[in-house]
């Protein structure tokens, strides 16, 4: 079946530098990649998303990355600060049945050390 | 918050009783839906619903059942619970045609 795979599963960094997060997906039909931040004993929260029309989208210290012909696309945070500590999950949107759902990666830890 | 509660959110119950895991929204959006968060799986798509009575299943239904006899709640139920479903359960909300997904608290469910 369809799958998206996300690497690395945890990822510690210093406080201030970067981090980039990667998957890949197997449907090349899949037309919308979003990504959540899940905090600590709550649920997921999208913080940015990208359509397949576009290459690359920016919003402050992040920034998603898209390769249709790689298929495979990035989560980048610049600057990074301790409230950025997180589990990130990315999802492609694949066709189930009539409807289109989206299928997740495993997820990434972020540390953040200070 | 985006108006979804979860109940419960913690709940221990042992093997072969029914479990039932209720979905409350107040936003009055289409479509609801069920995940399993496991470690090393992200999250599964259990069952999902674009409207009243409307359901359908997702990747990992096996096991499990769902109702939706209002907008506003969507039931999930474990009708004989098993320990291969300990795990957290979000259920989720989305507006007709727009793309982001809400997500409730989650559930804590642990299946001795």
């Known amino acids: 079946g369809e799958n998206v795979e996300q690497h690395p599963s945890t990822l510690s960094v210093q406080e201030g530098d970067s981090a980039v997060i990667k998957c890949t997906y197997s449907?090349?039909?899949?037309?919308?990649f979003p990504w959540y931040k899940q905090e600590l004993g709550k649920g997921p929260q999208l913080i940015i998303d990208i359509r397949s029309n576009v290459g690359e989208k920016k919003d402050q210290r992040i920034a998603v990355t898209l390769n249709k012909t790689a298929k495979h696309f990035s989560l980048h945070i610049t600057e990074t600060q301790p409230e950025d500590s997180a589990v990130y999950f990315c999802a492609a949107t694949f066709r189930m049945d009539s409807n289109y759902q989206l299928i997740w990666g495993a997820g990434t830890k972020l540390i953040i050390k200070p | 918050d985006a108006g979804i509660t979860q109940s419960p959110r913690h709940k221990v119950t042992e093997t072969g009783t029914p479990v039932t895991l209720r979905c409350h929204q107040t936003e009055n959006h289409r479509y609801m839906y069920w995940y399993r968060q496991d470690p090393g799986h992200g999250l599964r798509l259990i069952h999902y619903s674009y409207g009243v009575k409307d359901t359908d299943k997702g990747e990992v239904s096996d096991g499990y059942s769902v109702s939706r006899s209002k907008t506003e709640d969507f039931l999930l139920t474990l009708e004989s619970a098993t320990s291969s479903q300990t795990s957290v359960y979000f259920c989720a909300i989305k507006k007709t045609g727009d793309t982001e997904a809400f997500f409730g608290q989650g559930t804590r469910l642990t299946v001795v």
């Open positions: 449907d090349s039909a899949s037309n919308y």
